[in-house]
DNA sequence: TTATTTATGTACCGTCTCGCATAAAATGGG
DNA sequence: CCCATTTTATGCGAGACGGTACATAAATAA
């Protein structure tokens, strides 16, 4: 955690080195949300409590994020929206770009679990093909005020470029599905379900370029229905094990 | 948020109903840019003549634009960027937002320029393919401060959810590119350099979804030999016509 | 109880934001 | 020559921006 930015006597990392691994304890909470007062640790820590829990006020930061981005979004908004005053909110998530970073986390806990149903070894290829495109439309259609998209899609177009830190964690996705996708088929291919000569580089670029073309046209209000069509050429092509990989080009 | 539309009382679009034509005539000058004081018409306009080339100018907006975004980006740096002061900024190109609008289509005119070299029907279906995906590649990963990635991407992934107009240019952006690409493959099969019963809207979507992806990863630094070989692998798909569409489905 | 620790709410800082009012400068028309 | 027209530069102002002091409130440890 170098973090260039950010001048002198800088406060929050001082807290994480003096009270050690407070936030881990924090982090450890469980998102089931039962109880406002009920935390995870059955010891309570010295002072005051906080007002509220920092699972969900990431979540409330992180829809802010996705609705309008990172410069777009306002530390007001922010405030606002997790119910925050910013000073509170400063002291547990540091500034604005620290809070960036964990609602990215959080995103990626959160949405990484929706998928991961959809790799469970359990399921057919086609079974965890119509899961994971199921999955990438309703969370890329989700939205109180309109499509959001693909968070790793959006961050890559605003602020990776520029920022290496958050370029990490894009890259990081980016790598993640490429990894799992090339999981899955390999598996299918152990299975029997795809013959042993697939290609399976090229069905992950296209299953993974799919995924990426759906989040770009979900972000600009295209119908359902025109990305389910998308959605299926993939599924069926990846599940024709890329119809006759080894036919000879013809030309 | 990127501000509702603009109070009353708006100067550009009212000088734009008195003096009739005058954009019109700017904007039909060429991007040629030969010299800098020789304008498009002959006629001289009546009053003091502008300091600045609006082609120009414009494109000095879109690079700042295409490194940070809309939110990012101050009129402080577009002004310093284009070498305009402020108010004549507002007179020439209306507001931050007009401005944004019209660098996007200065945007698509430059760009689709350099990609319509690689459509030109004397060329074969792999030339031209050859000739996309290195455009693109040229494109996305130009930029002095890192990779600049597709425009259209971007504004995607930002100002397309809230802002209709923004929105309707980049889906005019994400169609033009099909329909450029639905037409070269269907002048391919009609050549007989695809067979006739290609599956013409598979063989889009794997090339135009792969430009999405190269887009994409470009932005996160992604070394250019890693997107040539995503190109590689949609271009060699596409000249081999899908590698036998008829094929039945294994499952 | 008292001390300590942590979080909260108000209020504020300096800076930057966008847009515009104003007046000077540069051209063509009469 | 003077006027009309258009663009230029200076600079202002109301508000939003990110970030922070400060005093207060609520909990635990001694």
Redesign the interface.
Known sequence: MVQKRKGPSSRPPAKEAASGHADVAVAAAEATAAGPEQSSAPVRKRGRPRAFTPEVALARALDRFR??????TSLD?LSAAMGINRPSLYGAFGDKRDLFLKAYEHYRDEVGGQFATAFDPALTL?QSMERIFATALDVYLA?D?????CFT??T???E???DPEI?GT??RA?ASTDKALRKLLELAIARG???SDTDV??LV??A???I??IA??A????PRADLEV?AR??I??V???????S?A???
Not at 145 to 149: A, D, S
Not at 219 to 222: D, I, P, S
Not at 239 to 245: L, Y
């Open positions: 609705d309008g981005g990172y410069a777009a908004d086609r939205g005020n309109g499509p959001r998209g899609v959006m890559a177009g605003s990776a470029m520029a370029r894009v890259l980016l379900e795809l013959p580089e090229l670029q296209v993974g370029s799919a990426h073309t770009i046209r972000r600009a209000w295209t998308i050429r993939a069926d092509f599940c024709s094990g890329g119809a006759a990989a036919a080009p013809r030309r």
